[in-house]
T-cell receptor, first 113, second 112 residues
Framework: AQKITQTQPGMFVQEKEAVTLDCTYD???????LFWYKQPSSGEMIFLIY??????QNATEGRYSLNFQKARKSANLVISASQLGDSAMYFC??????????FGRGTQLTVWP | NAGVTQTPKFRILKIGQSMTLQCAQD?????MYWYRQDPGMGLKLIYY???????DKGEVPNGYNVSRSTTEDFPLRLELAAPSQTSVYFC???????????FGPGTRLTVT
């Protein structure tokens, strides 16, 4: 089974600044995928970004980018130009070959004005 | 397109009662999943299905059962509810294992 580690229980960033949320993973699957989801206080899970293990380039989606370092088994999420609406819980997840998702414990991001 | 829908939104059960959490999707996705999220934790996979008639256990299947008779529906059955099953339950679907999973709004279940 995969293990996902998010070592930052909480992070604070000022509006308009960039922030990096850390994620390391441990998997023996030769093919896997890495996801980031956002969970606002309302509780829904919102997909942000995906990186496949064989993708050569780091994934980007608007203000979100994924800093993928395969040898170090890390998949950090970078949010540029933070907004107040970015305050939420952020989960890193790893998809196994069978399609199962394994989640980390999350990082609570607070954006202050 | 309603996406993934779940009912009920909230439920309180007494110990030993049973119930079914409903999940439906209208995106014609083959893959469907049930997760639970305990306070302060990430999601853990309970059961999943790769198509109608096919289901398999996830990380925490004990105390639950599922069935998948149609592509659209994937109900989760709780038998003999226990306080340890107090959690938020999410259903998710995806068109394939290499794509993002779309989540329902969740069901908050309390067992007392």
């Amino acid at each position: 089974a995969q293990k996902i580690t998010q070592t930052q229980p909480g992070m604070f960033v000022q509006e308009k600044e960039a922030v990096t949320l850390d994620c390391t993973y441990d998997t023996s699957d030769p093919s896997y995928g890495l996801f980031w989801y956002k969970q606002p206080s309302s509780g829904e899970m919102i997909f942000l970004i995906y990186q496949g293990s064989y993708d050569q380039q780091n994934a980007t989606e608007g203000r979100y980018s994924l800093n993928f370092q395969k040898a170090r088994k890390s998949a950090n999420l970078v949010i540029s130009a933070s907004q107040l609406g970015d305050s939420a819980m952020y989960f890193c997840a790893c998809r196994s070959t069978l399609g199962r998702l394994y989640f980390g414990r999350g990082t609570q991001l607070t954006v202050w004005p | 397109n309603a996406g993934v829908t779940q009912t009920p939104k909230f439920r309180i059960l007494k110990i030993g009662q049973s119930m079914t959490l409903q999940c439906a999707q209208d995106m014609n996705h083959n893959y469907m999943y049930w997760y639970r999220q305990d306070p302060g934790m990430g999601l853990k996979l309970i059961y999943y299905s790769v198509g109608a008639g096919i289901t398999d256990k996830g990380e925490v299947p004990n105390g639950y059962n599922v069935s998948r008779s149609t592509t659209e529906d994937f109900p989760l059955r709780l038998e003999l509810a226990a306080p340890s099953q107090t959690s938020v339950y999410f259903c998710a679907s995806t068109k394939g294992r290499y794509y993002e999973q779309y989540f329902g709004p969740g069901t908050r279940l309390t067992v007392t």
